[in-house]
T-cell receptor, first 115, second 118 residues
Framework: DTAVSQTPKYLVTQMGNDKSIKCEQNLGHDTMYWYKQDSKKFLKIMFSYNNKELIINETVPNRFSPKSPDKAHLNLHINSLELGDSAVYFCASSQEKAGRGETQYFGPGTRLLVL | AQKVTQAQTEISVVEKEDVTLDCVYE???????LFWYKQPPSGELVFLIRRNSFDEQNEISGRYSWNFQKSTSSFNFTITASQVVDSAVYFC???????????????FGTGTLLAVQP
């Protein structure tokens, strides 16, 4: 009964390739997020979607394109992968209510290694 | 700008010792939310606690307790009688809400690696 799931868990690929990471939540939340954790463990938000609408788009290269087909899914597509994209990518979800900073629940992470 | 500082990069203790992880935050908002997450060696991020800026009561959950002090902008986390299973990276985070509350983003500290030795 995983609340937030991500696939794949590990992704090893060559520079220049295109890859996608999928995220699904079964919590009934209306807001989903992508965070990136670098090699020093620093976590930073990349995107957020509310009811399939892009809300937050931090300074992320446009090689990264999120897509939300419905409230329960938020996918991340990365074009022309670079060495610096190697990181752990976390999906999260929350049920936002008028800016009350609701708890975000995280998926298990996808470990991306670009060779 | 909003910021979270976890000055302790690594802490090592022996089992059964008490340990406090420090968190200091900066924000101009009057309403904000603070969180602690645990990241064990397996890598997932586990939610521990959420606290809003109007509630300064300390909270205790088993061996875990949290001390929130607005006067010093701190939200410290204490583990009593630590155990090896407490070994993890612990993140403090501050929530920044916008777009009419339709979303918020977490500003994370750099984390504190806690190693509990048997």
């Amino acid at each position: 009964d995983t609340a937030v799931s991500q696939t794949p868990k590990y992704l090893v690929t060559q520079m220049g390739n295109d890859k996608s990471i999928k995220c699904e939540q079964n919590l009934g939340h209306d807001t989903m997020y992508w965070y990136k954790q670098d090699s020093k463990k620093f976590l930073k938000i990349m995107f957020s979607y509310n009811n399939k609408e892009l809300i937050i788009n931090e300074t992320v290269p446009n090689r990264f394109s999120p897509k939300s087909p419905d409230k329960a899914h938020l996918n991340l597509h990365i074009n022309s992968l670079e060495l610096g994209d190697s990181a752990v990518y976390f999906c999260a979800s929350s049920q936002e209510k008028a800016g009350r900073g609701e708890t975000q629940y995280f998926g298990p992470g996808t470990r991306l290694l670009v060779l | 700008a909003q910021k979270v500082t976890q000055a302790q990069t690594e802490i090592s203790v022996v089992e059964k010792e008490d340990v406090t992880l420090d968190c200091v935050y900066e924000t101009r908002d009057t309403t904000y939310y603070l969180f602690w997450y645990k990241q064990p060696p397996s890598g997932e991020l586990v939610f521990l606690i959420r606290r809003n800026s109007f509630d300064e009561q300390n909270e205790i959950s088993g061996r875990y307790s949290w001390n929130f002090q607005k006067s010093t902008s701190s939200f410290n986390f204490t583990i009593t009688a630590s155990q090896v299973v407490d070994s993890a990276v612990y993140f403090c985070a501050l929530s920044e809400a916008f777009y009419g509350g339709a979303t918020n983003k977490l500003i994370f500290g750099t984390g504190t690696l806690l190693a509990v030795q048997p």
